[in-house]
């Protein structure tokens, strides 16, 4: 029964002997019939988040095709602008990651959005002019993007050569300045050395950004299986439960509370914020939450697409007991208001002094978060799904 679980997601009648879900087990403490309803959409919501961020890379990929056709002040400044646009929108999808979904199950991460990035691996430093793989023609006579594939994390985690932060790199250039972001100039790409390497890696792994995302919008898409995606839901209904209810807290604890806050919070150094080279952090920090908040709620505005309502998390949750799913929309909602109200530049908040509204600001930011991570794993126990972390 737990195979068919895609028939259940089927738009239009189905025959009346039919059960659009299987009867709830005695003593589950919240209905599959609520679970189902959840679960399909959850699945409509990653479409069309994942189709956003899609329209937009591509979108910025187009920007990237107008420099190398009119390089120039102008067009470098629209082509880091329409970076910035299209990351706000990747930032929201990653409410799936840690959830054993497409991104996880096709190693996709790693290639996508892999962090922190030795910057000499793929182009001159400051300390190394002639270092990475642009200025190294011999190792590598041609720049691909089956090249760029294969040294992705080749000798070390930090040896990113693909995905939106190497990207980045090339926009903005190291940042070695305490109040703004990168200064990487345009002429880079047209006079400096090895420019027309280094044009060629940028449009290589702007290409291979936009098909890494594809392919995991493509696994979601709502053409399979009678427009659902088909594999997601080849699994019981309470292992989807436990993959979603690991990857919220997940993303919300060991991710962003824990990765992206507190390790810059405790070094205070700019290297070790999320997006430090175009000093953007605050913006990830502001889509990751809105990506947390699309799953638990179920309620999605795409860019490019409709307005799509349906049940989300909390729903489950409150079938099963709703002062659980009261407190977590709660703890979440003060957590949404603590992160929005950081002041950014992030890298500035936490190198303010001790006791400062920036820096209080980001510690709230930090508690608010563990405090829904807390109220999710009692949510957790109630629904007896007894998450294992990795």
């Given at each position: 029964m737990a195979c068919l679980l895609w028939i259940a997601l089927i738009a239009g009648p189905l025959s009346a002997d039919f059960e659009l879900a299987p009867p709830t087990p005695e003593g589950q403490p919240f209905s599959n019939e609520i679970a189902f309803e959840f679960l399909g959409n959850y699945a409509t919501l990653?479409?069309?988040?994942?189709?956003?961020?899609?329209?937009?890379?591509?979108?910025?990929?187009?920007?990237?095709?107008?420099?190398?056709?009119?390089p120039g002040e102008d067009t470098f400044e629209e082509m880091k602008r329409s970076w910035i646009e299209a990351r706000k929108i990747y930032g929201r999808s990653e409410a799936y990651r840690f959830s054993d979904g497409p991104i996880d199950q096709m190693e996709l991460e790693i290639l996508i959005n892999a962090w922190p990035v030795d910057e000499s691996y793929i182009d001159y430093t400051v300390d190394d002019p002639s270092s990475g793989i642009i200025n190294n023609p011999t190792d590598y006579p041609e720049i691909t993007s089956r090249l760029l594939r294969q040294l992705n994390q080749k000798d070390g985690e930090t040896n990113i050569s693909t995905g939106w932060h190497?990207?980045?790199f090339l926009l903005w250039?190291?940042?070695?300045?305490?109040?703004?972001?990168?200064?990487?100039?345009?002429?880079?790409?047209t006079e400096a050395p090895n420019a027309d390497r280094r044009m060629k890696y940028l449009v290589v792994a702007?290409?291979?950004?936009?098909?890494?995302?594809?392919?995991?919008?493509?696994?979601?898409?709502?053409?399979?299986y009678d427009n659902h995606?088909?594999?997601?839901?080849?699994?019981?209904?309470?292992?989807l439960m436990k993959s979603v209810m690991r990857g919220v807290s997940s993303m919300a604890g060991r991710e962003l509370a824990a990765e992206r806050m507190s390790v810059a919070l405790r070094s205070k150094s700019q290297e070790d914020e999320h997006s430090c080279f175009s000093d953007t952090t605050h913006f990830d920090l502001v889509a990751n939450m809105e990506g947390l908040e699309v799953v638990l709620f179920g309620t999605y505005k795409a860019r490019y697409g409709p307005l799509v309502e349906g049940k989300g998390f909390i729903d489950v949750i409150a079938d099963a007991d709703q002062k659980a799913a009261q407190l977590v929309r709660k703890k979440f909602l003060t957590a949404k208001e603590?992160?929005?109200?950081?002041?950014?530049?992030?890298d500035q908040a936490i190198i303010a002094e001790e006791?400062?509204?920036?820096?209080?600001?980001?510690?709230?930011?930090?508690?608010?978060?563990?405090?829904?991570?807390y109220a999710l794993a009692d949510a957790e126990e109630l629904l007896e799904l007894d998450v294992k972390r990795g």
């Open positions: 990653a479409w069309y988040l994942y189709s956003d961020s899609v329209k937009e890379t591509v979108r910025f990929n187009m920007a990237v095709y107008q420099f190398r056709k009119n190497a990207v980045e250039g190291q940042d070695l300045y305490a109040d703004g972001p990168g200064q990487r100039k345009w002429t880079d790409f702007t290409e291979l950004l936009r098909s890494h995302l594809v392919a995991v919008a493509d696994a979601w898409s709502l053409s399979n995606t088909g594999d997601f839901f080849m699994k019981r209904s309470t292992t603590k992160v929005f109200a950081i002041d950014a530049p992030f006791g400062s509204e920036k820096l209080t600001q980001v510690k709230d930011a930090v508690g608010a978060l563990w405090s829904l991570v």
